[in-house]
């Protein structure tokens, strides 16, 4: 147990944990039901995987840039943070932030209503009960978060690759068939390399908020190699899942009942497709609403470490367990309420219109200012 606690503190929670962490929050909602996948990369056919490499590089620079910075100046939040890269206009990241965390909740609970739906449980049911497993963990504080999305981690990884190989299976010839023919079609549009790398860096910049969300765990790090390295796990560990999911979708590529423009959950449709049957339905529905929860229950517990930063640099105490879960419930309610509006919807505009916010507060003032400031730090004995 105790060579366990030294592993888990020691190289896990220094060089994997911060990954785990950023990858818990972001694969949530449209993510973990295929659905960003499709918005943000699958639908370009042949060329998509452009768009998932540049999501991978850009998630690797940005969560080394942002480690680095957190460390070198000991904030592990994401006030403290903004202002070392954009000074004075820090309170328009806290508008973007509470705003995108209450879409993504949005998302969450739309998500697992859907699922809910898929396997003929009342969609407003997941919907609830996302929302109220949310609340349940952020009472019980950041180390159960950790232990939490940990092992969340373990069995996304399981289950993706599981469906993944179960596709890839049974209708992997398509594949072959997509890039030979060098297939496009189910964009509406001309399909060019500087689109993809552009669609891949608005999804970067929406899904960039997921690395504040796991600064509470960045403490353990003291040298730039750690956040060097912590980075590039993050990057890997973000994008994996985004492949296993883009080459699963090739499988059925051009098929739009299954991978198509209004599929809300195309994996469901997938697993379908495939005669996965009632257990493996079943599987994927633990495993994602897994996840869902873990991309809420980070929404939730960042807003609240925001307010306890807060009122620590003020002098006083920090919230009480009834104020924690009044702004859980009133976060929770607007993300429920927002949720009806779809999955489909609220990828492919709120996300959008957020993004564009993200770009010019935290990607552009992380790589100009916080880079140039790690580039002139020199480390002090």
């Known amino acids: 147990m105790k060579s366990f606690r030294n592993f888990y503190e020691g190289g ?18 449209g993510y973990a039901t295929g659905r960003e996948i499709y918005s943000y990369g699958a639908k370009y056919g042949a060329m998509g995987w452009i768009s998932g490499l540049t999501i991978g590089i850009g998630f690797a620079l940005f969560a080394f840039l942002t480690f680095e910075i957190c460390r070198i100046y000991k904030v592990y939040d994401y006030k403290n943070y903004i202002k070392q890269v954009i000074g004075p206009f820090w309170p328009v ?23 809910f739906e898929q396997v003929g449980l009342p969609n407003i049911f997941g919907s609830v009960v996302i929302v109220l497993l949310c609340g349940l963990l952020n009472f019980k504080g950041a180390r159960v978060i950790e232990k939490f999305e940990s092992i969340g981690t373990i069995l996304l990884y399981a289950g993706y690759i599981l469906f993944t190989i179960l596709v890839l299976v049974n209708k992997g010839d398509n594949i072959s068939a997509v890039f030979a023919s060098h297939d496009t079609s189910a964009y509406d549009g001309s399909v060019t390399v500087p689109l993809c790398i552009y669609t ?25 190699k750690e956040t060097f390295i912590s980075g590039i796990i993050a990057g890997l560990l973000m994008v994996i899942p985004w492949f296993l999911s883009y080459y699963a ?27 996965g049957g009632p257990a493996l339905l079943a599987l994927f529905s633990l495993v994602m609403g897994w996840t869902l929860l873990e991309t809420a229950t980070g929404c939730i517990h960042m807003i609240i470490d925001r307010f306890d930063v807060a009122l620590a640099q003020k002098g006083s105490a920090r919230l009480t367990d009834k104020n924690r879960g009044l702004i859980t419930i009133v976060t929770l309610t607007l993300a429920l309420l927002l949720s009806r509006v779809g999955v489909v919807t609220l990828i492919e505009q709120g996300y959008t219109y957020l993004s564009y916010g993200f770009i010019v507060f935290y990607l552009l003032p992380t790589l100009l200012i916080g880079g140039y400031k790690i580039i002139k730090y020199r480390e002090t004995k």
């Open 12 to 29: 896990y929670a220094k060089y994997i944990l911060p990954g785990v962490l950023l990858q818990s929050v972001l694969i949530g909602g």
């Open 93 to 115: 990241m806290d508008i973007l932030t509470i705003l995108i965390a209450i879409v993504l909740i949005a998302v969450m609970a739309a998500a697992t209503g859907s699922i």
């Open 200 to 224: 891949g860096i608005l999804y970067v910049a929406y899904n960039i908020n997921s690395i504040p969300m796991g600064m509470f765990s960045l403490t353990r790090q003291t040298r730039r």
């Open 249 to 275: 979708m090739m499988c059925f590529y051009g098929n739009t009942a299954i991978v198509g423009a209004d599929v809300e959950t195309p994996w469901v449709e997938m697993i379908k497709a495939v005669n």
